[in-house]
């Protein structure tokens, strides 16, 4: 919704986009057997911290990152 609220430049829009569908895959994928109402933040911190430091530079609107993988502009 803020994507279309407040528009971004292309390229900062994919990453937001890119990396919006990162954290929440990665949250789903938790959730299995996990009541919601008990989720704790520290549970996937520390994942999203070691994918924070293998994020991608992303330099083009062409360039394809995978699905598990944060993307940053310079």
């Known amino acids: 919704m803020h994507e279309e609220l407040f528009p971004n430049e292309p390229l900062e829009t994919k990453m937001d986009l890119h990396n919006n569908k990162v954290g929440m895959d990665y949250f789903m994928s938790l959730l299995p057997g996990v009541h919601r109402q008990f989720f704790e933040s520290s549970f996937f911190v520390n994942e999203l911290r070691k994918r924070t430091k293998n994020a991608v530079l992303l330099k083009s609107l062409d360039e394809q ?10």
């Open 65 to 74: 990152v995978g699905n598990d993988v944060l993307i940053y502009l310079e």
